[in-house]
């Protein structure tokens, strides 16, 4: 937007029907120069100052297709960030998440400063010597960015008293601006910055101003149709029974990790409260601009769970942030204790898809929430979410789950479709039907575990039989079925698809902590809720019951370990739980079962033991992994 403050005219006399010249000047009139600034508006990762630029329609405004992008620069390059106090005590959340690149008025990292969106001045080669300018950022947007101005010794921070030289405006200047937080709710700040140039040629000629207009990236969270590049686990050390069980887990991962041709090591995290639950307490997301030669410069951002308890969860700051990697919590005061429905495993992303006049081109997140009581996630990490403006959370019921968390019964999968992806349920009915034609063919009496046991866990003890005798067992995947029906409804009504796009995985669930004949993960009594207890089972998993017991006799977790609860690794590579379902002439007929019905939607399945560490604390996999993904595609571009 350009604007003119003065005008000079000169005017033609005219008295007495005699025209008179006008008098010369003493001086030549100097063409009337205007301050031009431009940005990346069209994304392709340069400022174009040309005169037929594309750079400049729509420089006022701002869509998710085209205007210009800056980054919250909230990564930690140099890795100066400390998580601990001059006292050698460790810092608090408050003042652990304070520190990033943004939080000071240097350019950190590398000399490209590539976390800065670039803005330039349109060369003036007319301007006198007494010519200057300045630059700043009006509005609300003020509060939220810092500009920097480049200069020969190097990028300087624009503040109130910055001027730009003649010499500096008739060459032409390149700005660059960082954001300094991410957008937490519109309501306060929706991601706008308008950055404005005054130019005051002097000689008491007019000063003309441009202003451009420029948005914050929206943070975005994964969805699997982004490639897998690393995955994260937590490690115990110690000797205990639990901890040697769970860095078997780790070496057999790396192991299933290397064969999915993803080379990356493992990242490891400390036990914290001895909290297991990657997936609980982060979720890796991503913020991109355009970089040069338009391809994405990208930052990875992580989001800690609104449980403020959870001492894992500092984690994000303390082992993960660093160069082209940033982390975010909210402040959550909603709650005095951290409930369950705030884990990450309670959010998970449709891939990207159009429907009934809505595009998602970054996906779409869901999360569970208790609509028998009303609980829902916190509203602060909600608004966070939804203050994106691209990816509006949509919430299923997840009221008959004791842990109350989406990835426990829904993900999505990628296809070789128009589409792209598919939707995988569990299916209590499949299970219930496996378990019945056994029966049917005469193997009643098998086990329904195969699961041998352990020196501190016993080999469930009940068959077939006694499962489908049992009325809990019926009812429950009864209520379980009708549940996932209901949500799967909501799904295929927002995103249009089909049941030819649905993958059925059988499943089993139960709402029983003592299943006849065997003692099914409920002897510690365990969740997956990330607070901290007394008592040395408690110790092992840092979690504990927290729910009432009407929930709990109602509620349902996985009874055989949910194949739907794994990790998408590749687009046709998928890790799930070992079944230890029932033998029956040398096969385990959950797995086969298993692998036939991610087997017809192109997905080759393998196997990881997870029944002494995960399931038993009553998640599975999914649970107690996370995983990078590929952030390289335009979030701009569908």
Same mark, same amino acid.
């Given at each position: 937007?350009?604007?003119?403050?003065?005008?000079?005219?000169?005017?033609?006399?005219?008295? @007495?029907?005699?025209?008179?010249?006008?008098?010369?000047?003493?001086?030549?009139?100097?063409?009337?120069?205007?301050?031009?600034?431009?940005?990346?508006?069209?994304?392709?990762?340069?400022?174009?100052?040309?005169?037929?630029?594309?750079?400049?329609?729509?420089?006022?405004?701002?869509?998710?297709?085209?205007?210009?992008?800056?980054?919250?620069?909230?990564?930690?390059?140099?890795?100066?960030?400390?998580?601990?106090?001059?006292?050698?005590?460790?810092?608090?959340?408050?003042?652990?998440?304070?520190?990033?690149?943004?939080?000071?008025?240097?350019?950190?990292?590398?000399?490209?400063?590539?976390?800065?969106?670039?803005?330039?001045?349109? /060369?003036? /080669?007319?301007?006198?010597?007494?010519?200057?300018?300045?630059?700043?950022?009006?509005?609300?947007?003020?509060?939220?960015?810092?500009?920097?101005?480049?200069?020969?010794?190097?990028?300087?921070?624009?503040?109130?008293?910055?001027?730009?030289?003649?010499?500096?405006?008739?060459?032409?200047?390149?700005?660059?601006?960082?954001?300094?937080?991410?957008?937490?709710?519109?309501?306060?700040?929706?991601?706008?910055?308008?950055?404005?140039?005054?130019?005051?040629?002097?000689?008491? @000629?007019?000063?003309?101003?441009?202003?451009?207009?420029?948005?914050?990236?929206?943070?975005?969270?994964?969805?699997?149709?982004?490639?897998?590049?690393?995955?994260?686990?937590?490690?115990?050390?110690?000797?205990? /029974?639990?901890?040697?069980?769970?860095?078997?887990?780790?070496?057999?991962?790396?192991?299933?990790?290397?064969?999915?041709?993803?080379?990356?090591?493992?990242?490891?995290?400390?036990?914290?409260?001895?909290?297991?639950?990657?997936?609980?307490?982060?979720?890796?997301?991503?913020?991109?601009?355009?970089?040069?030669?338009?391809?994405?410069?990208?930052?990875?951002?992580?989001?800690?769970?609104?449980?403020?308890?959870?001492?894992?969860?500092?984690?994000?700051?303390?082992?993960?942030?660093?160069?082209?990697?940033?982390?975010?919590?909210?402040?959550?005061?909603?709650?005095?204790?951290?409930?369950?429905?705030?884990?990450?495993?309670?959010?998970?992303?449709?891939?990207?898809?159009?429907?009934?006049?809505?595009?998602?081109?970054?996906?779409?997140?869901?999360?569970?929430?208790?609509?028998?009581?009303?609980?829902?996630?916190?509203?602060?990490?909600?608004?966070?979410?939804?203050?994106?403006?691209?990816?509006?959370?949509?919430?299923?019921?997840?009221?008959?789950?004791?842990?109350?968390?989406?990835?426990?019964?829904?993900?999505?999968?990628?296809?070789?479709?128009?589409?792209?992806?598919?939707?995988?349920?569990?299916?209590?009915?499949?299970?219930?039907?496996?378990?019945?034609?056994?029966?049917?063919?005469?193997?009643?009496?098998?086990?329904?575990?195969?699961?041998?046991?352990?020196?501190?866990?016993?080999?469930?003890?009940?068959?077939?039989?006694?499962?489908?005798?049992?009325?809990?067992?019926?009812?429950?995947?009864?209520?379980?079925?009708?549940?996932?029906?209901?949500?799967?409804?909501?799904?295929?009504?927002?995103?249009?698809?089909?049941?030819?796009?649905?993958?059925?995985? /059988?499943?089993?669930?139960?709402?029983?902590?003592?299943?006849?004949?065997?003692?099914?993960?409920?002897?510690?009594?365990?969740?997956?809720?990330?607070?901290?207890?007394?008592?040395?089972?408690?110790?092992?998993?840092?979690?504990?019951?927290?729910?009432?017991?009407?929930?709990?006799?109602?509620?349902?977790?996985?009874?055989?370990?949910?194949?739907?609860?794994?990790?998408?690794?590749?687009?046709?590579?998928?890790?799930?739980?070992?079944?230890?379902?029932?033998?029956?002439?040398?096969?385990?007929?959950?797995?086969?079962?298993?692998?036939?019905?991610?087997?017809?939607?192109?997905?080759?399945?393998?196997?990881?033991?997870?029944?002494?560490?995960?399931?038993?604390?009553?998640?599975?996999?999914?649970?107690?992994?996370?995983?990078?993904?590929?952030?390289?595609?335009?979030?701009?571009?569908?």
């Amino acid at each position: 937007m350009r604007k003119t403050v003065a005008v000079r005219t000169v005017l033609a006399i005219t008295l @007495a029907g005699v025209t008179l010249a006008p008098v010369a000047p003493a001086f030549a009139a100097k063409p009337i120069v205007r301050a031009d600034l431009r940005a990346d508006v069209n994304r392709d990762g340069r400022v174009d100052v040309t005169r037929g630029s594309m750079d400049r329609a729509g420089e006022d405004s701002w869509t998710t297709g085209r205007g210009a992008v800056f980054l919250p620069n909230i990564d930690d390059d140099t890795k100066r960030c400390k998580s601990t106090g001059a006292d050698g005590k460790p810092l608090s959340d408050a003042m652990l998440a304070k520190c990033n690149d943004a939080a000071d008025t240097k350019v950190n990292g590398t000399a490209d400063a590539a976390d800065l969106a670039r803005l330039r001045t349109v /060369p003036m /080669p007319g301007l006198g010597g007494s010519a200057t300018g300045t630059v700043k950022v009006v509005g609300t947007g003020a509060k939220y960015t810092r500009l920097f101005v480049k200069r020969a010794t190097g990028w300087a921070v624009v503040t109130p008293t910055t001027r730009l030289s003649a010499a500096e405006l008739r060459a032409g200047v390149e700005l660059g601006m960082e954001g300094t937080d991410v957008i937490r709710d519109r309501a306060v700040w929706d991601g706008t910055a308008v950055v404005e140039l005054n130019v005051s040629p002097g000689g008491g @000629a007019m000063t003309t101003t441009d202003r451009v207009t420029l948005h914050a990236a929206p943070l975005l969270t994964q969805h699997h149709l982004q490639q897998a590049q690393q995955v994260l686990v937590t490690e115990l050390r110690g000797s205990n /029974p639990d901890e040697i069980a769970q860095r078997k887990f780790v070496k057999d991962l790396e192991t299933q990790v290397k064969q999915a041709g993803i080379t990356a090591p493992l990242v490891k995290f400390t036990s914290k409260a001895d909290d297991i639950w990657a997936q609980d307490f982060l979720e890796p997301g991503y913020v991109s601009m355009a970089g040069p030669g338009g391809k994405p410069q990208s930052m990875r951002v992580m989001i800690r769970s609104a449980q403020p308890n959870r001492t894992a969860g500092r984690q994000v700051f303390e082992k993960l942030r660093g160069r082209d990697v940033g982390a975010v919590q909210v402040e959550q005061s909603r709650r005095a204790w951290d409930s369950g429905l705030d884990s990450m495993g309670n959010l998970e992303t449709i891939p990207p898809y159009e429907n009934g006049g809505r595009s998602y081109p970054a996906g779409r997140i869901i999360m569970g929430e208790r609509k028998d009581s009303g609980e829902k996630p916190a509203k602060e990490m909600r608004t966070l979410l939804a203050s994106q403006g691209m990816q509006n959370p949509l919430l299923l019921d997840t009221s008959w789950l004791q842990i109350g968390h989406v990835d426990e019964f829904v993900q999505f999968l990628p296809a070789d479709t128009p589409r792209g992806w598919r939707i995988a349920v569990a299916d209590p009915d499949a299970g219930m039907k496996l378990l019945k034609d056994a029966k049917a063919a005469g193997h009643g009496a098998t086990k329904m575990f195969s699961f041998k046991g352990t020196g501190y866990l016993p080999a469930p003890k009940e068959t077939i039989n006694q499962v489908l005798a049992n009325d809990h067992t019926r009812a429950d995947n009864a209520l379980a079925a009708r549940h996932i029906a209901a949500n799967l409804e909501i799904l295929k009504r927002e995103t249009g698809i089909t049941d030819a796009e649905v993958v059925r995985v /059988p499943a089993l669930f139960t709402s029983q902590n003592d299943v006849e004949g065997g003692d099914f993960a409920g002897a510690a009594r365990l969740t997956r809720l990330g607070t901290s207890v007394d008592g040395p089972a408690a110790a092992q998993y840092g979690r504990q019951q927290d729910l009432t017991t009407a929930v709990e006799d109602t509620a349902t977790v996985a009874y055989i370990p949910g194949a739907v609860n794994g990790v998408v690794l590749g687009k046709d590579r998928y890790l799930a739980p070992k079944q230890w379902g029932p033998v029956i002439d040398g096969k385990d007929i959950f797995t086969e079962a298993v692998d036939a019905a991610y087997g017809k939607a192109g997905m080759q399945v393998s196997y990881i033991d997870d029944y002494e560490t995960y399931h038993y604390g009553r998640g599975e996999v999914h649970c107690g992994t996370n995983t990078l993904r590929d952030t390289s595609a335009p979030w701009w571009k569908r």
